[in-house]
């Protein structure tokens, strides 16, 4: 049920302003990460898999606290830790909540070919519906973030859904209930998003970090996921967040413009010899008739 | 696996040669059909539904393709030699225009085996089953290649369906219609004399050793002495 249905219009016999009005500012909501205050205790990744009910299978270790190598299909949640070096010598410790980032502009939405296999909701949630998935990974190469995963079993493609059955419901994600340090919010895009430049800046005033800066990339419109980073002019430290998230133009001007056209350039074949037929005629073997010398 | 050839024909196509051809035609419209649904939302959901669903033409797809691709390469191998392109059909390509528009009754005396136009058709449709394949391979698994090849291999994979789809209409065009007598050469596999020495004039001339120009006068000497009677 979208939001905004069952808000009280009217009340009988009430006196002054219906209770809750205009309580809904905003329909799209977003997912704060601040990773500068994320302490990698991974309470979050073990909410993910234990709310989306997903079977555990075993992992590989690369010498790092990371869970395993990358998000899978049964694992949408990953801390993913970097020990980074600076120029002087120092270390950073760096850790960045992996998972779908809810692209305005989703990739995956724009090179899926399966009818209704993606959708987005006004709210900004982009949701994979795996009964009408079949299986091809367009999603795969379209993503700019590597987030869908193809699961060999099923056939299908599998991600994070911000938790679209809980939101629908008025909760917030199962990772940002279990987040102990407040480094995860969830709330609106607006606000989330002024949250964001407020604690960005007071890490570039006062915490000694004057690149800091808030993560929501425009080459994909904005990402209903957005982060605080130490670095913003380095997003690629924070395990391969991309600088510059593009969608393959393939994706966008192939499919809605130039397959239509060649399609129709390719049946106008058809016409052309039924015309061709009718002007020219058939080349009949000659003489053309049943003349034959034997 | 045999001919049939009666009285006043020719063979044209072994049966190992139509065998091929079908196998080629059975897999191309398989593969066209079930790739068209992947290709636009317009043709999704009609076409998806010949397959047994969505998810099984996306499994099917593939295969079908390779379906293709292999009795294509069996078929390159049989062709090799009346495909190879020669010196004659750079000429057939200025004669193009008085071809297409039906000016003359009898191909040039040069003509082989096959013409030009078919040659062309046969090597433009092996460079885009090349193609197909190649841009197919990372469509099929996306993430041993990585996103930029694949986004390429979509683009080149659809260039060359558009360009065989073309091929392929204009290929039943000339096989049916446009030349009537010519299907039977790829369903039963012979052709009448008087359909080789029309359109084929070197190769009547190198299988019957006769001379296809002189035949063809002494035949229609004969159709006009027979109405002349009627």
């Keep these: 049920m979208p939001p905004g249905v069952l808000q009280i219009k009217a009340m009988s016999g009430h006196a002054g302003t219906v209770p809750g009005r205009g309580v809904q500012r905003e329909e799209e909501v977003c997912k704060y990460i601040d990773v500068t205050t994320c302490i990698g205790c991974k309470a979050c990744e073990v909410a993910c898999v234990e709310w989306n009910d997903m079977p555990f299978q075993q992992t590989s270790f690369d010498n790092t606290y990371q869970t395993m190598p990358s998000t899978a299909w049964n694992y949408w949640n990953l801390i993913k830790f970097n020990e980074h070096q600076h120029d002087d010598g120092t270390l950073q410790w760096l850790m960045r909540k992996d998972q779908c980032m809810h692209c305005e502009d989703p990739g995956c939405l724009r090179a899926c070919p399966a009818d209704g296999a993606i959708v987005q909701y006004t709210n900004g949630i982009v949701d994979f519906q795996q009964e009408n998935c079949i299986g091809c990974q367009y999603c795969v190469s379209g993503c700019p973030f590597d987030i869908p995963k193809f699961n060999g079993a099923t056939k299908k493609v599998y991600k994070c859904t911000l938790c679209s059955d809980r939101v629908g419901q008025g909760l917030e994600p199962a990772c940002i209930k279990s987040c102990p340090t407040g480094c995860l919010k969830f709330g609106t895009k607006t606000d989330m998003r002024a949250i964001a430049d407020k604690r960005a800046q007071q890490l570039r005033e006062h915490s000694g970090f004057p690149n800091a800066g808030v993560y929501d990339p425009p080459s994909v419109h904005g990402t209903h996921v957005i982060y605080v980073l130490h670095d913003i002019t380095h997003p690629e430290r924070y395990g391969g967040l991309p600088a510059n998230p593009q969608i393959p133009v393939t994706y966008t001007f192939w499919k809605r413009v130039a397959k239509p056209i060649g399609l129709l350039m390719a049946l106008a074949a058809a016409p052309i010899a039924f015309f061709h037929y009718i002007t020219e005629g058939p080349k009949e073997a000659q003489p053309p008739d049943s003349g034959l010398p034997q | ?230």
């Design chain 2, 1 to 230: 696996m045999r001919t049939v050839v009666h009285t006043g024909e020719l063979v044209r196509h072994p049966a190992y040669t139509r065998i091929l051809h079908w196998a080629v035609a059975i897999f191309f419209v398989l593969s066209l059909l079930s790739g068209f649904a992947i290709y636009t939302p317009w043709l999704f959901q009609p076409l998806s539904a010949l397959f047994g669903g969505a998810p099984m033409t996306r499994l099917l797809h593939p295969w079908f393709s390779l379906g293709f691709v292999m009795a294509f390469a069996l078929q390159t191998l049989n062709w090799l030699q009346p495909m190879t392109w020669t010196s004659d059909d750079r000429r057939w390509l200025k004669h193009l225009k008085a071809y297409v528009t039906n000016a003359e009754r009898l191909e040039p005396e040069y003509v082989d085996f096959f013409n030009a136009g078919q040659k062309l058709y046969f090597w433009t449709i092996a460079a885009s089953a090349v193609v197909f394949f190649v841009s197919g391979i990372p469509m099929w698994f996306p993430r041993t290649f990585g996103r930029t090849i694949v986004a390429i291999g979509y683009v080149l994979h659809d260039l060359a369906a558009l360009t065989m789809l073309v091929g392929f209409i204009v290929h039943i065009y000339e096989g049916t219609a446009a030349q009537p007598g010519t299907f039977q050469a790829m369903t039963r596999g012979t052709v009448e004399k008087r359909w080789a020495w029309t359109h084929h004039p070197a190769w009547y001339r190198r299988v019957t050793g006769r001379d296809p120009r002189a035949d063809y006068e002494q035949a229609r000497r004969r159709l006009a002495e027979r109405r002349s009677d009627a």
